[in-house]
């Protein structure tokens, strides 16, 4: 018991120190792993590279519009079933949460080859931010229905005794004490969708390259510093939005 | 009350069913038809595809990725479970140590792989650090073998077992563990015939956590194996591509449903709780 915090020590080192090391070297001089000095050239690199920001412009798109859709829907469904559980919605999305993305992916894909087929709908954005909408939709509800499992329910009973209908209730009384929580499941969203490959590359068109896409593409290619530079980008940017989303969860 | 539930319920009522349920029984119907040539599906109906899933060839790789994630899980208990004790019995910080479990936890898994490259190939920083000390002349082979897409899984999912132990080891009470100690328990005593027997719920629904997604895995397999490890993401993956093999694929797909269905029914069964 007492060697515990020296465990606990080189276990967090083990969970973080890989970033660590690949943030430090994204700022070395040289393209090989051998620290030549400070350097910002694979920053400047990256940010020159049309490809590289044509993608993240596609990923902060679908991730935008998938968290917009899929907070919505999520958050609603979480207060309906607050308020009556419903066992094939929830059995339905404890599925979607453990079904290996790979087989979500391939299940999405021949379901597009038959819109493809029957309606002429073609790959693009539209099918990527549908199939992020999908897979974002179970941690929203997961992440509201903990906030409104905290909340007194006699609170929204009780606005309804005083003679609001059922809409006021849930506008001005359970939605304003929801909300904090409605913004971390919003903000996870958006750092899920931001990051996914697998389905993603599945299912996107020519002109829907996601970020993700382009790195996976460049780390199979072989060592190149720039892929340093924009992961440590990511790390930082979800990394603070994943601290604000604790932090919302506790308010 | 009734009118706005349902409403309320509609939107993602209507996403699962086209996006998740329509989609999974697309590819039942696959699995019952035959292979077209240029991929796609074609007639006549038939069950070779499931009947193909027992072919030696196909259960060999089967097998390899219920080890590769069985073996990763149970790293990942061994590892999780000191980290989540210290956890949470380190009092009032152990906001901060979560914070430090939970960051990894969502960020971005593509990096997180791609770090573990960054680290182990042939051109990567251990083996630099070594061919540049001397010890090594050759760099060593790290990348593009089981254990390293074991280390990378490892690596992934040690998080979806801490979180859980940590919820039931948090919820232990103290005095029980003085009450061992009262009572003449060592340490290792108190850990074996105490804290564990009373941690297995979390024991339970830490390693299902990290074993479905490993059973699954396609994306650790191919950055941190390449070509050289076959696990069943990867077999699938391939079916929808140069294989060209569709019912076959789907077969596959739902075959790794069906385990990780059981897997949960099971767990929801003996925790009376869903994972929502």
């Known amino acids: 018991m007492r060697l515990l915090p020296a465990y606990a020590a080189a276990a967090f080192l083990f969970l973080h120190l890989p970033l660590l090391v690949l943030a430090v070297f994204s700022f070395n001089e040289s393209r090989f792993t051998v620290w030549e000095g400070f350097s ?31 907070t919505a829907a999520g958050a609603l469904c979480a207060y309906g079933l607050w308020k009556r559980a419903s066992r094939w919605l929830s059995a339905s999305l404890s599925l979607s949460l453990v079904t290996p993305e790979i087989v979500m992916g391939i299940s999405l894909l021949a379901l597009f080859q038959w819109a493809f087929r029957f309606l002429g709908v073609r790959l693009g954005m539209h099918t990527v931010i549908l199939a992020h909408v999908m897979f974002c939709l179970a941690y929203v509800v997961i992440v509201v229905l903990a906030r409104l499992r905290t909340m007194d329910r006699s609170l929204e009973e009780a606005a309804l005794d005083l003679g609001a ?29 931001f990051d996914d490959y697998v389905i993603t590359s599945l299912v996107a068109g020519v002109d829907s390259e996601t970020l ?40 | 009350m009734n009118r706005l539930r349902a409403w309320c319920l509609a939107p993602t009522a209507s996403v699962l069913l086209t996006l998740y349920l329509a ?36 259960l060999v790789i089967l097998g390899r990725s219920f080890a590769v994630a069985l073996v990763s899980t149970l790293i990942c208990l061994l590892l999780g479970f000191p980290l989540a004790l210290f956890i949470a019995r380190s009092g009032p910080r152990r906001h901060i140590w979560l914070y430090l479990v939970i960051l990894p936890f969502w960020t971005s898994f593509l990096v997180r792989t791609y770090a573990w490259m960054f680290l182990l190939r042939d051109t990567g920083l251990i083996n630099s650090a070594l061919l540049a000390l001397g010890i090594i002349q050759e760099p060593l082979p790290l990348l593009y073998n089981y254990g390293a897409v074991i280390l990378g899984l490892v690596y992934g999912y040690l998080p979806f077992m801490v979180l859980p132990l940590y919820a039931t080891l948090e919820r232990l009470d ?24 009373l941690s297995l719920p979390g024991i339970r629904a830490g390693s299902l956590l990290v074993f479905i997604p490993c059973l699954g895995a396609y994306l650790t397999p191919d950055l941190l194996g390449g070509g050289k490890t076959i696990l069943v993401g990867t077999l699938i993956q391939n079916q929808f591509t140069s294989a060209r093999d569709w019912p076959f694929g789907a077969a596959l797909s739902l075959g ?9 029914m099971s767990l929801i069964r003996r925790q009376d709780e869903g994972v929502l």
Do not use: C, H, K
């Open chain 1, 40 to 70: 910002l050239r694979w920053y400047r690199a990256a940010f020159s590279d049309a490809q590289l920001i044509e993608a993240t412009w596609n990923s902060l798109l679908i991730g935008a519009a998938a968290t917009v859709l899929a």
């Open chain 1, 165 to 193: 209908t059922e809409w006021q209730a849930f506008r001005r009384v359970t939605l304003p004490l929801l909300a904090p929580g409605v913004g971390a499941a919003a903000l996870l969203a958006f750092t899920i969708s």
């Open chain 1, 212 to 251: 993700p896409m382009v790195l996976y593409a460049i780390a199979r290619r072989g060592a190149n510093p720039v892929v340093n530079a924009i992961s440590t980008l990511i790390v930082f940017g979800l990394g603070l939005l994943i601290l604000i989303a604790e932090r919302l969860r506790e308010t």
């Open chain 2, 23 to 58: 989609p999974l029984a697309i590819l039942l119907l696959y699995t019952l038809l035959t292979r077209g040539a240029y991929g796609g599906t074609s007639l006549p109906w038939t069950i070779e595809n499931w009947q193909r899933l027992l072919d030696p060839l196909y």
């Open chain 2, 174 to 197: 103290p005095s029980l563990l003085e009450a061992a100690a009262d009572l003449g328990a060592r340490p290792w005593q108190t850990i074996r015939r105490v804290i564990i027997p």
């Open chain 2, 256 to 264: 790794v449903m069906a385990v990780v269905m059981l897997l949960l």
